[in-house]
Nanobody, 127 residues
Framework: QLQLVESGGGLVQPGGSLRLSCAAS????????VAWFRQAPGKEREGLSCITASGSGTNYADSVKGRFTTSRDNAKKTVYLQMNSLKPEDTAIYYC????????????????????WGQGTQVTVSS
């Protein structure tokens, strides 16, 4: 059974940092592009970033470019989202998602492209 589990969320002050993890089980992550999304109350799900299966390509939404970085360790079957300079408007539930793709340099941050989803982890940015 393919599963993705996010962890690392929590409460952080504005300007602080958090690192989210997305751990895969039941399948080999090597052949999957992985993306991060978030959804705040009353808002649509927003694509943040993605990383190709090999890790050679990444893509970021303008809202997080320069503040968030995604990386992966296929040996650990884990993808990370390093979030720096956090703002109150970053408060949301954060999800990771995967889809099978061997494209080297491109991945989408459109939620309709992704087949497998984690359950989400809450990130709250507040003083």
């Amino acid at each position: 059974q393919l599963q993705l589990v996010e962890s690392g969320g929590g409460l952080v002050q504005p300007g602080g940092s958090l690192r989210l993890s997305c751990a895969a089980s039941g399948f080999t992550l090597d052949y999957y592009a992985v993306a991060w999304f978030r959804q705040a109350p009353g808002k649509e799900r927003e694509g943040l970033s993605c990383i190709t299966a090999s890790g050679s390509g990444t893509n970021y939404a303008d809202s997080v470019k320069g503040r968030f970085t995604t990386s992966r360790d296929n040996a650990k079957k884990t993808v990370y989202l390093q979030m720096n300079s956090l703002k109150p408007e970053d408060t949301a539930i954060y999800y990771c998602a995967a889809y099978s793709s061997l494209r080297t340099y491109f991945c989408p941050i459109d939620p309709t492209s992704y087949d497998y989803w984690g359950q989400g982890t809450q990130v709250t940015v507040s003083s």
